[in-house]
């Protein structure tokens, strides 16, 4: 089946370490999103990539990092550098950045601890 | 930039009745999206209906619709005969060339 997967749904780390959130998709999409979303709260853009080696930062950025050495894989590395760091992240993709339905992953819970 | 702004955080309606879920925008784009997604306490993002920002008739899937008006910059969902399942986080959403946004949401409680 296709789908978008996020792994993995629950995430401990120690303060100070970074740590990487997989996202992978097998719809063939050109676009993938991470995003963040914090309790009662909506989803704010932390980065996107609209084609395999390029990426850009969304209002969001700082302290995460991401790569998309492949067009089904997009993982976002939340670095030492992001002083909140838990959240519920959601990686999404779309076929286009316009005008089509995001599909969403399950999401992954990072707790700070 | 892209803005979407949902001024209801919270919504109550009565089981069985229609409810209005409002959302404005704000973007420079010619050409966009406009989407709505549910998530329920589970924290999965179900996508809902969309709108194309050239498409002049109101999108409409099942219960759902969304009343579209460009000049006024809304794109409000309306869900028809509401059921107790229907109790999650609304959020709002607008592709253009760049990105793609989402409102800040809004929890709709069904009561029986």
């Known amino acids: 089946d296709g789908g978008i997967t996020q792994s993995p749904k629950y995430l401990f780390r120690k303060e100070g370490q970074n740590v990487t959130l997989s996202c992978e998709q097998n719809?063939?999409?050109?676009?993938m999103y991470w995003y963040r979303q914090d309790p009662g709260q909506g989803l704010r853009l932390i980065y996107y990539?609209?084609?395999?080696?390029?990426?850009q930062k969304g209002d969001i950025a700082e302290g995460y990092s991401v790569s998309r050495e492949k067009k089904e894989s997009f993982p976002l590395t939340v670095t030492s550098a992001q002083k909140n760091p838990t959240a519920f992240y959601l990686c999404?993709?779309?076929?286009?950045?316009?005008?089509?339905?995001?599909?969403f992953g399950q999401g992954t819970r990072l707790t700070v601890v | 930039a892209q803005k979407i702004t949902q001024t209801q955080p919270g919504m109550f309606v009565q089981e069985k009745e229609a409810v209005t879920l409002d959302c404005t925008y704000d973007?420079?784009?010619?050409?966009?999206?406009l989407f709505w997604y549910k998530q329920p306490s589970s924290g999965e993002m179900i996508f809902l209906i969309y709108?194309?920002?050239?498409?002049?008739q109101n999108a409409t899937e099942g219960r759902y619709s969304l009343n579209f008006q460009k000049a006024r910059k809304s794109a409000n969902l309306v869900i028809s005969a509401s059921q107790l399942g229907d109790s999650a986080m609304y959020f709002c959403?607008?592709?253009?060339?760049?990105?793609?946004?989402f409102g800040a949401g809004t929890r709709l409680t069904v009561k029986p």
């Open positions: 999404a993709s779309s076929i286009t950045l316009l005008g089509t339905e995001a599909f």
């Open positions: 719809l063939n999409h050109d676009a």
């Open positions: 990539s609209q084609i395999v080696n390029d990426f």
């Open positions: 973007t420079s784009d010619q050409s966009y999206g």
């Open positions: 709108q194309g920002s050239y498409d002049e």
């Open positions: 959403a607008m592709s253009g060339n760049n990105d793609m946004r």
